[in-house]
């Protein structure tokens, strides 16, 4: 009898998650107040695959995708979700300091220019003539003058007015400005909230439409992660990506988990955006290829390049500095496929 209960036991934990000693504790900040476009991570923990991985991830509210990297180079996170663009910015000036992407999550970057169609505004253009609006220091911004040089815009032409982003809807529907420098996965919901419509009355220029070949955000590290705990990273990449795949495939759980960590958010808001991020950010041709969480070097290297010189970077990082896919799961692991429900 005794051999059978040891044997039923020996079985038990065989077939049982792992148990760790000791869980590593990491610090984790999100790119901006809680919304959908957040699920991987949310979901990650709230179905515990943090835990899975001998990981105890504490998840706070952000100050911005750019912040999110300096917040990991100041010591006070170990790893964020936020943008890659922000990870070559600092690492031209600071080599060695700053974060590591480790897990690309949008494909797509959501700089855009958005004007009102009574605007008459149908092409680079017609910007020429103009007043286009912005906060200043943002990705959109600064990168205007590369998208400018590229779409043949005469800046002189252009009158540009610097504005906190909260006035940047408000000003454009007044019709104060033409036109306004924005992230399209906030701005489409904040015109929604004023009770606009973003679809048919709003003419989008998405940056990587018009030679603005860039990625944006995605999971990243700081540098002593990577150097002391690489089993951690390996852990934090095989919880998100496996939330990922579930994100992917169901909104409903997804949204639970935001619930779940906060219920002050607009569920049906941040579905939306969840939704908006899903088909409009992360869901690309490349990804089918190469699989969600990697990138192209190469391409990398052109973004490089379009972020030196639109903030004017001394110091050229390689592509390698600023993004490490050795934790990467295999591919097949990671084959993305959007599916609304």
Do not use: C, H
Request: proline content about 5%; glycine content about 8%; hydrophobic content about 45%.
């Amino acid at each position: 009898m005794k051999n059978v209960l040891v044997g039923a036991t020996l079985a038990l934990m065989a077939g049982a998650a792992p148990v760790f000693a000791e869980m590593t504790d990491i610090r984790f900040t999100l790119g901006w107040k809680t919304q959908g476009s957040d699920a991987p991570f949310l979901l990650a923990l709230d179905k515990g695959y943090f835990e899975d991985e001998g990981l105890n991830v504490s998840i706070d509210q952000g100050e911005g995708s750019a912040a999110t990297v300096t917040r990991i180079m100041g010591g006070a996170y170990d790893a964020g979700f936020g943008d890659i663009n922000a990870i070559i910015q600092n690492a031209a000036a600071r080599p060695g300091e700053a974060p590591v992407m480790v897990y690309q999550l949008w494909n797509r970057p959501p700089f855009a220019i958005v004007t009102p169609k009574t605007a008459g505004i149908e092409n680079p253009e017609d910007f020429e003539g103009k007043t286009l609006g912005g906060a200043q220091g943002t990705p959109t911004t600064r990168l205007f003058p590369v998208f400018a040089e590229i779409n043949g815009i005469d800046l002189d032409k252009v009158a540009q007015e610097n504005m906190a982003p909260n006035l940047q809807e408000p000003m454009l529907i007044r019709g104060d400005i033409d036109g306004a420098f924005v992230f399209t996965s906030t701005s489409w919901f904040n015109l929604i909230a004023n009770r606009q419509d973003p679809a048919n009355d709003y003419t989008w220029f998405n940056f990587e439409d018009y030679g603005m070949d860039l990625y944006s955000n995605g999971m990243m590290v700081s540098r002593e992660l990577l150097a002391e705990n690489p089993e951690a990273v390996a852990g934090l990449v095989r919880a998100v990506n496996k939330a990922t795949m579930e994100v992917s495939a169901n909104q409903d759980s997804s949204i639970e988990a935001i619930m779940a960590y906060d219920n002050l958010v607009d569920a049906d808001l941040e579905r939306a955006r969840l939704e908006f991020a899903l088909t409009n950010l992360m869901n690309a041709p490349e990804v089918t290829d190469i699989g969600m969480g990697d990138l192209v070097d190469e391409r990398l290297t052109r973004s490089i390049e379009i972020v030196a010189k639109g903030y004017d970077l001394e110091r050229l990082p390689e592509a390698s500095e600023i993004f490490d896919r050795s934790f990467l799961p295999p591919v097949d692991e990671r084959r993305f496929e959007t599916t609304i429900n």
